[in-house]
């Protein structure tokens, strides 16, 4: 406590003492919020690690259950024939890969949308509030940015021409069964997701495969790929 009269030198020692106190406390607090960050991110691709991603889906859904007219779109995204990558080039070459293909897909995605390396070259997109039709163009907008230019490698002269098969699965609030607890809604639709994905590798890889169509409002949470969906909004790819 400072006692009256003030003594200026005093006073300006006691000041000093509080600006350092709080430079030091604004370090400390920004040294957590990195350490924070970097448990969040893939070390290699600097994206959202699974856990994290996960975490996020988990809010996700638990604000789409909060109205009747809530959305949001999960896109799982597989590079396609990868494993040559490596098997040809070595691991070094794959890493320059899936570096230069996330940067592709951040470059394609939105400020509110969650972007995460899912595990080795699968990759999660969560779109907050996003219908079908602006999910199949997301998706669509990814698959031609990872294929859109070769890849040069650093060792070698060497490019490289990557695709990728994309599933797609919209969730609507409504479809949710309020009996069915958040990680199993999660587990379904990343089953949708999933399911999509392997049918846009079955049927010819580099293309996108829709999981649920927007309008299947009656069709259950649990239902396969819609085929229909499929031929009408997958035929992207070659």
């Known amino acids: 406590m400072l006692s009256l009269p003030l003594d200026t030198e005093e006073t300006q020692l006691r000041l000093r003492a509080m600006v350092k106190r709080k430079h030091r406390i604004d370090a400390m607090r920004h040294a957590i919020g990195v350490e924070l960050d970097l448990a969040s991110r893939d070390s290699l691709t600097g994206l959202f690690n699974r856990r994290y991603a996960m975490s996020r889906l988990s809010d996700i859904v638990a604000t789409a259950s909060e109205g009747p007219s809530l959305t949001y779109a999960l896109l799982l995204i597989d590079l396609d024939n990868f494993k040559r990558v490596n098997d040809s080039f070595g691991h070094g070459a794959g890493d320059e890969v899936l570096v230069e293909a996330s940067a592709r897909m951040r470059d394609a995605i939105g400020p509110k949308d969650l972007l995460a390396r899912y595990g080795g070259e699968e990759f999660l997109l969560v779109l907050p509030g996003a219908d079908m039709a602006q999910a199949h163009a997301m998706a669509e907008s990814i698959r031609s940015q990872i294929e859109g230019r070769a ?64 309008e299947a409002e009656a069709a259950p949470f649990e239902s396969v790929v819609n085929h229909e969906c499929v031929a009408r909004y997958a035929q992207g790819g070659s």
């Open 151 to 214: 890849y040069q490698l650093s060792h070698g002269n060497y490019r490289l021409q990557i695709t990728a098969s994309i599933g797609v699965t919209v969730q609507q609030s409504a479809q949710c069964d309020a009996h069915v607890n958040r990680l199993e809604q999660i587990r379904l639709v990343v089953d949708h997701a999933d399911h999509a994905l392997r049918v846009a590798k079955s049927t010819g890889r580099n293309r996108v495969a829709i999981g649920r169509c927007a």
